[in-house]
């Protein structure tokens, strides 16, 4: 048995590949193509699409390096992706992107912060925490003021790790809790909370599915396995966000 693990990174791709003891089999990274975009002081965006474009690369290359260890892609059992929390990404009907992910570390929200904790008092007093700019909630309340005409088309907001599990799988509908965190989800009743459609307009059927890191999602899509050499019989587990992946690799 042999397992991927997937991270998206600010700054790259990184794909490893273990056997069921925990070696290390092999490792890849690719560097994400960096934007010429000229954004306002305290923006960070990215395309999705150069979030893919690393990434395949990277998993073709993992798939390379395991054929020379006499290991074929069929062997892989299972796959689970993690990456920053707080990114989010608009998505239109049919799962395309139809602005640049706003960054865990875009601060233009600060206001719309603001907002959501007026919306949350109670939610905040339970959790014992409060909304900042570095959440994703907050980046979508921005776009609803800022940008109407995004926040009309977006039928789905998708955290980075969401969309990967989506191009692997095909379904972009699904996150888990740890990365839903930050979008505002309840940890405690596992739900979401009634304050961001009532309070904030934001609808909570354009919210994903969320599950446990570790259930299974789905298996690999013929389209990705075309892509990439992946195999359709290897399963999609839900992740979790970087900071926690790397509590639990500690």
Same mark, same amino acid.
């Given at each position: 048995?042999?397992?991927?693990?997937?991270?998206?990174?600010? %700054? %790259?791709?990184?794909?490893?590949? &273990?056997?069921?003891? %925990?070696?290390?089999?092999?490792?890849?990274?690719?560097? @994400?193509?960096?934007?010429?975009?000229?954004?306002?002081?305290?923006?960070?965006?990215?395309?999705?699409?150069?979030?893919?474009?690393?990434?395949?690369?990277? #998993?073709?290359?993992? @798939?390379?390096?395991?054929?020379?260890?006499?290991?074929?892609?069929?062997?892989?059992?299972? #796959?689970?992706?993690?990456?920053?929390?707080?990114?989010?990404?608009?998505?239109?009907?049919?799962?395309?992107?139809?602005?640049?992910?706003?960054?865990?570390?875009?601060?233009?929200?600060?206001?719309?912060?603001?907002?959501?904790?007026?919306?949350?008092?109670?939610?905040?007093?339970?959790?014992?925490?409060?909304?900042?700019?570095?959440?994703?909630?907050?980046?979508? &309340?921005? #776009?609803?003021?800022?940008?109407?005409?995004?926040?009309?088309?977006?039928?789905?907001?998708?955290?980075?790790?969401?969309?990967?599990?989506?191009? @692997?799988?095909?379904?972009?509908?699904?996150?888990?809790?740890?990365?839903?965190?930050?979008?505002?989800?309840?940890?405690?009743?596992?739900?979401?909370?009634?304050? #961001?459609?009532?309070?904030?307009?934001?609808?909570?059927?354009?919210?994903?599915?969320?599950?446990?890191?570790?259930?299974?999602?789905?298996?690999?899509?013929?389209? &990705?396995?075309?892509?990439?050499?992946?195999?359709?019989?290897?399963?999609?587990?839900?992740?979790?966000?970087?900071?926690?992946?790397? @509590?639990?690799?500690?």
């Amino acid at each position: 048995m042999y397992v991927m693990g997937i991270d998206l990174g600010t %700054g %790259g791709a990184r794909v490893v590949v &273990c056997d069921g003891q %925990g070696k290390v089999i092999t490792t890849t990274n690719r560097e @994400l193509n960096s934007s010429d975009v000229k954004l306002p002081a305290g923006y960070h965006e990215q395309y999705s699409d150069d979030w893919w474009d690393a990434l395949s690369i990277a #998993i073709r290359e993992a @798939l390379v390096n395991l054929n020379n260890h006499h290991i074929n892609s069929e062997e892989i059992t299972a #796959i689970s992706v993690t990456s920053t929390s707080g990114t989010i990404l608009p998505m239109d009907a049919d799962y395309v992107a139809i602005h640049p992910a706003l960054m865990y570390n875009d601060s233009r929200s600060n206001r719309e912060a603001d907002q959501v904790n007026l919306a949350a008092v109670s939610f905040n007093q339970q959790h014992g925490r409060s909304f900042n700019a570095s959440y994703a909630l907050a980046k979508i &309340c921005w #776009i609803k003021n800022n940008r109407p005409d995004i926040f009309k088309k977006t039928k789905r907001w998708v955290h980075a790790t969401d969309h990967i599990v989506g191009k @692997l799988t095909g379904d972009y509908g699904v996150s888990d809790y740890s990365n839903a965190l930050k979008t505002g989800y309840d940890l405690f009743n596992l739900e979401w909370p009634e304050f #961001i459609e009532k309070d904030l307009g934001i609808p909570v059927s354009s919210l994903p599915e969320v599950v446990a890191p570790g259930e299974v999602i789905g298996k690999i899509s013929q389209k &990705c396995a075309d892509e990439t050499g992946l195999s359709i019989n290897s399963i999609v587990c839900a992740g979790m966000t970087d900071s926690s992946a790397s @509590l639990l690799a500690t």
